[in-house]
Nanobody, 124 residues
Framework: QVQLVESGGGLVQAGASLRLSCAASGRPFSRYFMGWFRQAPGKEREFVAAITWGMGVTAYADSVKGRFTISRDNAKNTPYLQMNSLKPEDTAVYYC?????????????????WGQGTQVTVSS
């Protein structure tokens, strides 16, 4: 069994920064890539960012490009999401996900394991 646990969410004012982490536990697993998704109240889950675990190639949603940075610490098996210049529209529950099968990084169906989410609230 694999468990992903996000941390680092919180309530901040617009323009502030937060750094999300995703800790993996349970049996070891090989991952093609890991990603971050978010879901705001009343909206569908959307892709935020992803990183390939081997080469560290990154991808971002247009809405966060230039403000968010995804990175990984291979030694700790931990991905991070640095979020700068936060806006009220970034308010959502943020989920970490891992893909062991590969596929399209933008699609939730490519991911095999999901965390329980961490709340990010940005006030204006």
């Amino acid at each position: 069994q694999v468990q992903l646990v996000e941390s680092g969410g919180g309530l901040v004012q617009a323009g502030a920064s937060l750094r999300l982490s995703c800790a993996a536990s349970g049996r070891p697993f090989s991952r093609y890539f890991m990603g971050w998704f978010r879901q705001a109240p009343g909206k569908e889950r959307e892709f935020v960012a992803a990183i390939t675990w081997g080469m560290g190639v990154t991808a971002y949603a247009d809405s966060v490009k230039g403000r968010f940075t995804i990175s990984r610490d291979n030694a700790k098996n931990t991905p991070y999401l640095q979020m700068n210049s936060l806006k009220p529209e970034d308010t959502a529950v943020y989920y970490c996900a891992a893909s062991i099968r590969g596929g399209t990084v933008f699609q939730g169906s490519s991911y095999d394991y999901w965390g329980q989410g961490t709340q990010v609230t940005v006030s204006s």
